[in-house]
């Protein structure tokens, strides 16, 4: 029995993609991006900031990271709790200690019921995204899109009228998506989503209401990644870091200029045998004289700068 030849047409097949919503292309073949001052490694250090409810709804999957025993899980939940009220206080020390200005990425929940937290947060002068409302509050295919669109506004409006800085950016919990998910983020007045890490640069996203900017901020390097479910070691996260600094280094030298995202998160990094992985890392990065340090939105304006046409 033969198939019907309407099985294997598809109308937005083409060559790249099959879609629309961002165009197709080699990261070597795209004209060279200069960082200023003539530095050749933008450097974004994310700086994740999350609440995991103790009562999880768990829809429609258990996040990541989130709680895995029978409730009540305070094994899990005091360990998250850690990072907001510990660890990420030895991050900002450490962050002051080697001028870095950080990207927090805070879900909104978090920002609304701890206000010392955010105060203190506020005082470095660093950049927050909106990391949804909590990590519980998932984005996802399937969705009733009124539902999502409140979500999207409830959280993006809240962390705006708490902040004393524009709110940019948006990195879903868990990265997860709906196929509504970057429109609902552009109507929004979003400018960059950082949930898909397809790339190593920046790259425009075209949706409903007009572009967006995917900035990659890569899994395979963060700190959970790496320590929290491949196991390994401290030192291991530290030689990956610098491995992949070092590379982007190297690649710099003849096809422009490359960014490292650094994702980390307090709760694990922040802990008192750890911390000094993070101050090895930075030590390395900030030595460099050909890296430029920044939050996310100072690297979207610089790349902007260079490349962004009329749509």
């Not at 949804?132 to 996802?140: A, F, I, K, R, V």
């Not at 030689?239 to 710099?252: H, M, N, P």
């Not at 050909?290 to 009329?310: C, H, P, R």
């Amino acid at each position: 029995m033969s198939l019907d030849k309407d099985y294997l047409e598809y109308p937005k097949r083409a060559y790249g993609h099959d879609h629309d919503r961002f165009d197709w292309s080699m990261l070597a073949d795209r004209a060279p991006i200069q960082w200023p001052n003539g530095k050749r490694v933008a450097v974004w250090i994310n700086t994740s900031l999350q609440f995991y409810p103790l009562n999880q709804r768990g829809t429609p999957f258990k996040v990541p990271n989130g709680m895995t025993m029978p409730y009540p899980d305070l094994r899990h939940f005091t360990l998250r709790d850690y990072g907001n009220r510990v660890g990420i206080y030895r991050c900002l020390k450490t962050f002051d200690r080697y001028g870095i200005r950080p990207t927090f990425a805070i879900n909104s929940q978090l920002a609304q019921d701890t206000p010392y937290l955010l105060e203190e947060l506020k005082g470095t002068g660093g950049e927050f995204i909106c990391h949804g409302w909590n990590m519980d509050h998932l984005h996802y295919g399937g969705q009733d899109q009124e539902e999502e669109a409140e979500l999207v506004k409830h959280s993006v409006d809240t962390l705006r009228g708490l902040v004393d800085s524009p709110v940019r950016g948006w990195l879903s919990p868990a990265k997860n998506q709906s196929w509504h998910t970057p429109d609902l983020l552009a109507a929004n007045g979003i400018e960059y989503c950082c949930d898909w890490v397809n790339d190593d640069m920046p790259y425009r996203f075209r949706t409903a209401h007009g572009p967006l900017t995917m900035m990659p901020l890569t899994t395979e390097i963060e700190d959970q990644f790496i320590i929290g479910q491949n196991l390994h070691s401290e030192d291991s996260w530290v030689e990956q870091v610098k491995d992949a600094f070092d590379f982007l280094l190297t690649e710099s030298a003849t096809q422009g200029g490359r960014m490292l995202a650094l994702n980390i998160h307090p709760w694990m990094i922040g802990q008192p045998h750890r911390i000094s992985s993070l101050e090895a890392v930075l030590e390395y990065i900030t030595a460099h004289e050909e890296t430029w340090q920044a939050s996310a939105g100072e690297i979207l304006d610089a790349f902007n700068a260079q490349t962004v046409k009329e749509d």
